[in-house]
């Protein structure tokens, strides 16, 4: 019986069986933001054992909230900072050169095929698209894996999805998972890892790949994971030139890490590419989600563009393109975020700042705040908000708030007009 | 070992997520006990009373309990109101792990145990829960009515309980 790429990379880091079915992995990076590690270092402290296990496998940023709101979330970022220099970790990235976690370590060349990573946050299932895997975990984990280096997991079950054929032109990554999620459902894929692949998966980019797992998590999946290859390679060259004499060579490496033809699944799902329209969700479950055409008047009061989904080039590139020469609705407040510095630098150099700014959007600092309703773009009870993020929980963007997930591009027509909206992107 | 014995709190549907156990804007505290007053604040349910949390020792819910945000705020929370067992018809992963790792109990039942438990019990005014640990057993009560039920958890898991947490655990056999 051959092996799933999940299964490649549990059998290559295994530790220890604690019991059958459990696997105790060596793991091969530790992400930390400001929410989710102070606990672990005041506890860590607390006991005696402030220390890490290896200084060069943690990469820490603060990216929930940033600038600081208040003296809580100054004193969050404080903890960081201050642990991560006596610690002597160097990949520190703080205001300035922060950005979204799981969009600025992928750019950092942070993420490789085959490897492990854990984060205390839920959305680090996006690394998987690098065909790593990578799994949100809570506080205690999070302090297991600063301390000792390995986390425990059940040995993966997979479901694989096989999307084929072309997406019609106008519908995007993020249509393609809110479609699936609708599909397998909120639970479908708990415990198990969702494996991303054909021809649809194979044609798309990084960045594309990165909104597809990071959404992993909202049908429970421990993580998502697409196969490394040719894109994968000349996404990373830059990081591993000095490690391998060719692209063909490292493409020859990193293909040890794609699933055996004869690998066991849990499920197998076949997708039509040609099926899928732009979709937005409706409820307040990921799985709620319905196509774009079926809203009627459904106005909003906000329109988010940016966090770890969809706030990367590709994502402001596409929204700018429907935003041009046009000025957003009078009844609506736009705000788009770039997801780090660099994407932001871009975006400025290439004029999509200006044709934001020209349309009526404020431009915030790379930031996590209001997908999570923390910062930089809250709402009031009753307000709706069209949003890029990835999850639209009763509350989650602010108390008694209401929130539509969905592509850039029907964001962008979705502030243009005030009411949820297909792209002219799409032909229909 | 911690408590798993005491009054239940039935909460009555599927998907409640962590966003609804403790809302991100209270995130930015760094001590556990300071979730206290804002377990479940923003849990959307019929019949739900924020002042019911106050005598509960153990939760009873549906499927897909603790979905959504990896945040370990979610069991704290529950932690620091004196709430160590969670029993459900399925966890979300990462929210079940994390109540293991803090030595607590998120257990899932079968669907017929737990159609039971709601269809005999949810309506009665006051229920409890005694847990026999070793012989992995639930006696449910109230009143004079009363019913035991098997349950299964890992040998691993039940290391975790015992020795209090993954941490412990970890630092001893890594």
């Known amino acids: 019986m051959g092996k799933t790429i999940a299964e490649k990379i549990f059998d290559a880091h295994l530790v220890d069986t604690p019991e059958k079915g459990i696997n105790v992995l060596r793991l091969d990076s530790v992400f930390c933001h400001e929410i989710t590690t102070p606990v672990a270092i005041n506890d860590l402290e607390k006991k005696g054992k402030d220390r890490v296990f290896d200084p060069d496998k943690i990469k820490v940023v603060i990216d929930h909230v940033t600038p600081a709101k208040d003296s809580k979330t100054a004193l969050q970022g404080k903890i960081l900072r201050d642990w991560a220099k006596r610690n002597k970790i160097k990949d520190f990235f703080d205001i300035g050169r922060n950005g979204v976690c799981h969009a600025i370590f992928p750019e950092q060349g942070f993420v490789r095929p085959g490897s492990t990573i854990i984060m205390g946050d839920s959305h680090t299932c996006t690394h998987g698209a690098f065909g790593a895997f990578a799994a949100g975990v809570g506080t205690t984990d999070l302090e297991v894996g600063i301390l000792k280096g390995v986390c425990a997991f059940k040995y993966p079950e997979t479901i694989k999805i096989q999307v084929d054929g072309d997406l019609r032109e106008g519908v995007f990554a993020k249509d393609l998972i809110l479609h699936i999620i609708g599909k397998i459902g909120v639970n479908g894929a708990t415990d198990k890892v969702i494996e991303f692949t054909g021809s649809v998966i194979s044609k798309m980019n990084m960045e594309e790949r990165m909104t597809l797992c990071n959404m992993a998590i909202e049908a429970g999946g421990t993580s998502g994971i697409c196969y490394p290859d040719d894109k994968t390679v000349d996404y990373l060259w830059k990081f591993i030139e000095s490690e391998f004499a060719s692209k063909e060579d490292a493409l020859k490496e990193y293909s040890k890490w794609i699933s055996d033809d004869d690998a066991d699944y849990a499920e197998i799902i076949k997708i039509d590419a040609s099926e899928v329209v732009p979709v937005a969700t409706f409820g307040f479950k990921p799985d709620q989600v319905k196509p774009v055409s079926e809203f009627e008047n459904v106005k909003v009061d906000q329109i988010y563009i940016g966090s770890c989904t969809n706030g990367r080039l590709s994502d402001l590139e596409v929204a700018a393109k429907v935003l041009e020469g046009k000025r957003i609705s009078d009844d609506v407040r736009g705000i788009v975020s770039p997801a780090t510095p660099e994407i932001f630098r871009q975006a400025l150099e290439k004029g999509i700042i200006k044709i934001f700014m020209d349309a009526g959007f404020c431009v915030t600092n790379p930031t996590c705040g209001a997908c999570l309703g923390m910062s930089n773009g809250v709402l009031a009870d009753g307000e709706v908000c069209a949003s890029t993020t990835n999850r639209n929980f009763n509350g989650r963007m602010g108390k008694g708030g209401m929130v539509h997930l969905m592509s850039p591009a029907t964001a962008a027509q979705t502030a243009i007009k005030g009411y949820i909206d297909n792209s002219p992107l799409f032909k229909g | ?174």
């Open chain 2, 1 to 174: 070992m911690k408590n798993f014995n005491g009054k239940v709190l039935f909460l009555d549907r599927d998907d409640i997520n962590t966003d609804e156990i403790i809302p991100a804007k209270y995130l930015t505290e760094i001590s556990k006990e300071a979730l206290k007053p804002y377990l479940l604040e923003d849990l959307k349910l019929e019949g739900f009373n924020l002042k019911d949390i106050e005598d509960a020792s153990v939760v009873i819910t549906r499927g897909n309990f603790g979905c959504g945000s990896s945040r370990e705020h979610a069991p704290w929370a529950f932690e620091v109101n004196g709430i160590n067992l969670v029993i459900a018809e399925s966890f979300a992963r990462i929210f079940r792990q994390n109540m293991f790792n803090c030595g607590m109990m998120a257990v899932s039942l079968e669907k017929d145990k737990m159609d039971m438990v709601f269809d005999e019990f949810s309506k009665e005014k006051d229920v409890y829960i005694e847990t026999d640990f070793e012989n992995k057993k639930f006696t449910i009560r109230a009143g004079s009515k009363k019913k035991d039920i098997l349950f299964s958890i890992s040998e691993f898991d039940s290391k975790l309980v015992k020795s209090g947490g993954w941490l412990d655990f970890a630092d001893k056999n890594y």
